[in-house]
């Protein structure tokens, strides 16, 4: 089946830097790459939506400042999270969509900790 | 506004016994219903998917779900379960008027721990 690599699987970073996280499709052209947060014991949330070669769109209270996601080609997203602060820790984890259906393929996740 | 409860945030249970976890959701329009897995470090798999037609859904791995449309309800069940099946489990509903079934809104998650 298809598969979405994500990395890092874990960062740990101090506070005020910027963290890059990688999610590629391996096997297949992504049109859509969707970005979700999940704190402790809350819900996966979506974050963002991403298509190829244009902007992200974000959701409510989300900040397009902080995180900026690129999709520069059909097979990368990333999502930068800029100036690092505590309150950003959290689980991050991406999805591709494929085709006109948009089966969703997830990545395994990245566990951010911000000191 | 779309919301997804998963009554139980663990479940345990015994291998070759029969489980049941249970999903709820309260939309106001017609929504797609999901649950996924997640295996230990690893991503979320789509265990099965409810769009339209039979309220009976069958999954991967011998589960299946039943969508019940007045009781906004979405359970999700394996008549006997298997160690490898220790995981943790998502429903999740796609808002249809939002277009792209990525558009997830998911529970909190249950963890199904099976025990020998």
């Known amino acids: 089946g298809a598969v979405v690599s994500q990395h890092p699987s874990r960062v740990i970073c101090k506070s005020g830097t910027s963290v890059k996280i990688e999610c590629r499709s391996l096997?297949?052209?992504?049109?859509?790459m969707f970005w979700y947060r999940q704190f402790p014991k809350q819900s996966l949330m979506l974050m963002a939506t991403s298509n190829e070669g244009s902007k992200a769109t974000y959701e409510q209270g989300v900040e397009k400042d902080k995180f900026l996601i690129n999709h520069a080609s059909l097979t990368l997203s990333t999502l930068t999270v800029t100036s690092a602060h505590p309150e950003d820790s959290s689980f991050y984890i991406c999805?591709?969509?494929?085709?006109?259906?948009?089966?969703?393929?997830f990545g395994s996740g990245t566990q951010l900790s911000v000191l | 506004a779309q919301s997804v409860t998963q009554l139980d945030s663990q479940v345990p249970v015994f291998e070759e016994a029969p489980v049941e976890l249970r999903c709820n959701y309260s939309?106001?329009?017609?929504?797609?219903l999901f649950w996924y897995v997640q295996y230990p470090n690893q991503g979320l798999q789509l265990l099965l998917k409810?769009?339209?037609?039979?309220?009976l859904v069958k999954g991967i791995n011998g589960f299946e779900a039943e969508f019940n449309k007045s009781q906004t309800s979405f359970h999700l069940r394996k008549p006997s379960v298997h160690i490898s099946d220790t995981a943790e489990y998502f429903c999740a509903v796609s808002d249809l008027t939002r277009g792209s079934q990525g558009n997830l809104i998911f529970g909190k998650g249950t963890k199904l721990s099976v025990k020998p």
């Open positions: 409810y769009l339209s037609g039979s309220t």
């Open positions: 999805s591709a969509g494929q085709g006109a259906g948009e089966k969703l393929f």
């Open positions: 939309s106001s329009v017609s929504v797609y």
């Open positions: 096997d297949f052209q992504a049109t859509t």
